[in-house]
T-cell receptor
Framework: DAKTTQPNSMESNEEEPVHLPCNHS???????IHWYRQLPSQGPEYVIH???SNVNNRMASLAIAEDRKSSTLILHRATLRDAAVYYC?????????????FGQGTILTVHP | EADIYQTPRYLVIGTGKKITLECSQT?????MYWYQQDPGMELHLIHY???????EKGDLSSESTVSRIRTEHFPLTLESARPSHTSQYLC??????????????FGSGTQLSVL
């Protein structure tokens, strides 16, 4: 899978929006962009994924650049429960199995 | 919500003991995975299965073994635990036939400490 680059850490205040960036300049045409998060002492949790168009669900929004070389996970109103490590992952299409390569991710701190 | 369970949640054991980490899911997923994660570090895939009687090794070499006799059950075994096996072990299953579009559901993990 192609590599992603994320900031090591970010901070936010409660009730404010959070924009978590991810660069993936070597993305291929069939790579999906996945986001997971891992709360302390828990396994990762699926957040959202997309291919080309922006995506919304109850947890977050995913904004994908037109050239697909970067994307942004948007938490519209951060809560203390959103404090976690956020992973941006490229998942190849075709015959790839669940080989999600979890990098270091971004540690999100939410201040009350 | 995901229905995937791992037991035990924590395990402290002496060197040389045989251990089995349990993982069960009630979602009927064919694909199941084991990841290993050290504190503050990346997750590494160590085993995966596409269905009953199917098991493969992942990217990270591991002395553990797995079995898949039933769809819902994917246990991991260490024949002789060593301190180097101390780590968090995370089990996951997925719900899609299309690999790139799949969503993984993770258990809460087993924190293994070998003394």
């Amino acid at each position: 899978d192609a590599k992603t680059t994320q900031p090591n850490s970010m901070e936010s205040n409660e009730e404010e929006p959070v924009h978590l960036p991810c660069n993936h300049s070597t993305i291929s045409g069939t790579d999906y962009i996945h986001w997971y998060r891992q709360l302390p002492s828990q396994g990762p949790e699926y957040v959202i994924h997309g291919l080309t168009s922006n995506v919304n669900n109850r947890m977050a929004s995913l904004a994908i650049a037109e050239d697909r070389k970067s994307s942004t996970l948007i938490l519209h109103r951060a809560t203390l429960r959103d404090a976690a490590v956020y992973y941006c992952i490229l998942h190849a299409g075709g015959t790839s199995y669940g080989k999600l390569t979890f990098g270091q991710g971004t540690i999100l701190t939410v201040h009350p | 919500e995901a229905d995937i369970y791992q037991t035990p949640r924590y395990l402290v054991i002496g060197t040389g003991k045989k251990i089995t980490l349990e993982c069960s899911q009630t979602m009927g997923h064919d694909k199941m995975y084991w990841y290993q994660q050290d504190p503050g570090m990346e997750l590494h895939l160590i085993h995966y299965s596409y269905g009953v009687n199917s098991t493969e090794k992942g990217d990270l070499s591991s002395e553990s073994t797995v079995s898949r006799i039933r769809t819902e059950h994917f246990p991991l075994t260490l024949e002789s635990a060593r301190p180097s096996h101390t780590s968090q072990y995370l089990c996951a299953s997925s719900d899609r036939d299309s690999f790139a579009n799949e969503k993984l559901f993770f258990g809460s993990g087993t924190q293994l400490s070998v003394l």
